[in-house]
């Protein structure tokens, strides 16, 4: 069972940054891959980034390649994601989520956290 609790966000004009964390409970969150996922108002959730549990590779989705970085510390059992010149269309509710397997779909994560709003204004 791995826990999750989303932190950092809030509201950035367009251009800006900022950065969310995840922390994770449990002994074996350096086993799991870790992803994040957003949600706009009337829209399903979709893919930000996923990070294997060593940290050695990542995945974006081509909406926030070069703009988003997805990092982890092992020994804190975090998970963070860099988000640099965001856009008002990032608006949403960022989830972070783990599971063993999962890498890109939503559906395939166990383990969810409760979500950090991110509003960007134009």
């Known amino acids: 069972q791995v826990q999750l609790v989303e932190s950092g966000g809030g509201l950035v004009q367009t251009g800006g940054s900022l950065r969310i964390s995840c922390a994770a409970s449990?002994?074996?969150?350096?086993?799991?891959?870790m992803g994040w996922f957003r949600q706009a108002p009337g829209k399903e959730r979709e893919f930000v980034a996923a990070?294997?549990?060593?940290?050695?590779?990542?995945y974006y989705a081509d909406s926030v390649k070069g703009r988003f970085t997805i990092s982890r510390d092992n020994d804190k059992n975090m998970v963070d994601l860099q988000m640099n010149n965001l856009k008002p269309e990032d608006t949403a509710v960022y989830y972070c989520?783990?599971?063993?397997?999962?890498?890109?779909?939503?559906?395939?994560?166990?383990?969810w956290g409760q979500g950090t709003q991110v509003t960007v204004s134009s």
């Open positions: 989520a783990a599971d063993r397997m999962a890498t890109m779909v939503a559906s395939e994560y166990n383990f």
């Open positions: 990070i294997t549990p060593s940290g050695r590779t990542t």
């Open positions: 449990g002994r074996t969150f350096s086993t799991y891959r």
